[in-house]
């Protein structure tokens, strides 16, 4: 068996400052943090025993990203994950002391596969913890298997998880998601086009991944684009490739 731990605060980021958090919401799509709509619950909420779970391919392989549904301002935190050959293993918790607000929207978190894993295979997800559930991934040929490192290239990545749903990975300040102000199909493509962020918000100096769920309106199984273009406030466009 192997091992790898990852938290969503410590594990996976690079460069760590003190700075205050500002913080985004994602018309067209959800990311972990957003508030959605509906209002505040003045304890933290708890956690569904029985969880809906599904999973997407991420950084070429080496890692996945594991979409529950709850409160958009109670991001799950994940704990120790573990391999027996292709069943992975993930602690996942709600963080403690949090108060939730009382939307139910898909979340999406950022687990590094433990090495031996191949990624061209099948995956068993099983999640344990103050969430129980499993979900399983395809195989994708050309997939690079895993050596247990938790950062990869430190570039977007994206997956399919369902047939109108993708995870979208990105880089930077973790109390600064983007915040995308349309996604639509474009062709043979998904366009994500990134909202210009607000002149007074303030970001953590730290680097590490966001990840972003989105829909797509009009996709299907029959019909899912490989590609995803995002478009930065700037008018930048940048092509990735979704795993799926």
């Known amino acids: 068996m192997t091992t790898t731990r990852t938290t969503a605060a410590s594990a996976l980021l690079l460069i760590s400052a003190l ?4 913080c985004a919401t994602t018309p067209g799509g959800t990311t972990p943090g957003n508030t ?3 209002g505040s619950d003045a304890g933290s909420a708890a956690p569904s025993r029985d969880a809906d779970i599904e999973a997407a391919w991420l950084d070429g392989g080496r890692a996945v990203g594991l979409v529950t549904y709850g409160s958009s301002s109670c991001q799950p935190d994940v704990g120790e994950v573990t391999a027996s050959g292709q069943t992975v293993t993930v602690e996942l918790t ?3 002391g949090t108060a939730c607000t009382r939307d139910y929207v898909p979340r999406a978190s950022y687990v590094g596969l433990p090495a031996g894993v191949d990624p061209t295979q099948d995956v068993d997800i099983v999640v344990t913890g ?5 979900a399983e991934l395809d195989g994708v040929a050309g997939l690079r298997a895993t050596t247990g490192e938790l950062i990869g ?3 977007p990545s994206a997956g399919w998880f369902d047939d109108a749903g993708l995870v979208l990975l990105t ?3 973790s109390s600064c998601p983007p915040v995308f102000e349309t996604v639509a199909l474009d062709g043979d493509a998904v366009r994500a086009t990134e909202a210009t962020p607000a002149a007074d918000q303030v970001c953590t100096m730290d680097y ?10 009009g996709a299907s199984d029959d019909a899912r684009p490989g590609e995803i273009l995002l478009v930065s406030p700037a ?3 940048q092509r990735i490739s979704i795993i799926g």
């Open 19 to 22: 700075a205050l958090a500002g």
């Open 36 to 38: 959605g709509s509906s």
């Open 94 to 96: 709600d963080p403690e």
């Open 130 to 134: 103050g969430y129980t559930g499993d």
């Open 153 to 155: 290239d430190m570039v």
């Open 171 to 173: 880089w930077g300040s």
């Open 208 to 217: 590490a991944p966001r990840l972003s769920v989105l829909t797509v309106e």
């Open 235 to 237: 008018g930048d466009e």
